[in-house]
């Protein structure tokens, strides 16, 4: 079965630094990989996806994510962080096998500081 | 506006009483689950249902089941509610060609006393 680890439940970062969030993968078989976004009070939303194309993905309000096969990871990166950008990020894997099943991390909390 | 509605935002409940959540959508999506999220935990699949009628089992369903008697509506039943099932529940859906892309509601924390 598919899953994904993300470290570190709290990340606090300054306000126009660098955010950075880990996520590394396991599967059997060439995953799906996602990152979603809950802000305060609300459902998560999609935030972007991997699926197999090309391995640095573009999302929403700035963010990216590159998947590296040989490190078994699909980092979310974001230059310069924003207030606004203060939620929770959730990285997922499914295999694609038709079930639609995600497997969801269990979460960063990204606390931006001004 | 893409959107999944529940029913609400906050409900308490005793032990031992049957419970009910219920879910919308008004996308005509095929694909509805329900999640339960918990600090420290993530997002556990509970149930998901590709059609009418149909239902599957998540990772966690002991002390629940469901219902899908129409296509836009995925309830979430708690028989006999328990103090361990005190939880934020997540209800999701999506079209069958693109699984993965989740719409989810806000939320309902239920609490159990």
């Known amino acids: 079965a598919q899953s994904v680890t993300q470290l570190g439940s709290h990340v606090s970062v300054s306000e126009g630094a660098l955010v950075l969030l880990r996520c590394n993968y396991s599967?059997?078989?060439?995953?799906?990989l996602f990152w979603y976004v809950q802000y305060p009070n609300q459902g998560l939303q999609l935030l972007l996806k991997?699926?197999?194309?090309?391995?640095l993905v573009k999302g929403i309000n700035g963010f990216e994510a590159e998947f590296k096969k040989s490190e078994t990871s699909f980092h979310l990166t974001k230059p310069s962080a924003h207030m606004s950008d203060a939620a929770e990020y959730f990285c997922?894997?499914?295999?694609?096998?038709?079930?639609?099943?995600?497997?969801f991390g269990k979460g960063n909390q990204v606390v931006v500081i001004p | 506006d893409v959107k999944v509605t529940q029913s609400s935002r906050y409900l308490v409940k005793r032990t031992g009483e049957k419970v009910f959540l219920e879910c919308v959508q008004d996308?005509?999506?095929?694909?509805m689950f329900w999640y339960r999220q918990d600090p420290g935990l993530g997002l556990r699949l509970i149930y998901f249902?590709?059609?009418?009628?149909?239902?599957e089992k998540g990772d966690i369903p002991e002390g629940y089941s469901v219902s899908r008697e129409k296509k836009e509506r995925f309830s979430l039943i708690l028989e006999s509610a328990s103090t361990n099932q005190t939880s934020m529940y997540l209800c999701a859906s999506s079209f069958r060609t693109e699984g993965e892309k989740l719409f989810f509601g806000s939320g309902t924390q239920l609490s159990v006393l």
């Open positions: 997922a894997v499914s295999d694609h096998g038709g079930n639609n099943r995600l497997a």
């Open positions: 599967s059997s078989v060439p995953p799906y």
């Open positions: 249902s590709y059609d009418v009628k149909m239902k």
């Open positions: 996308m005509d999506h095929e694909n």
């Open positions: 991997y699926t197999s194309a090309a391995t």
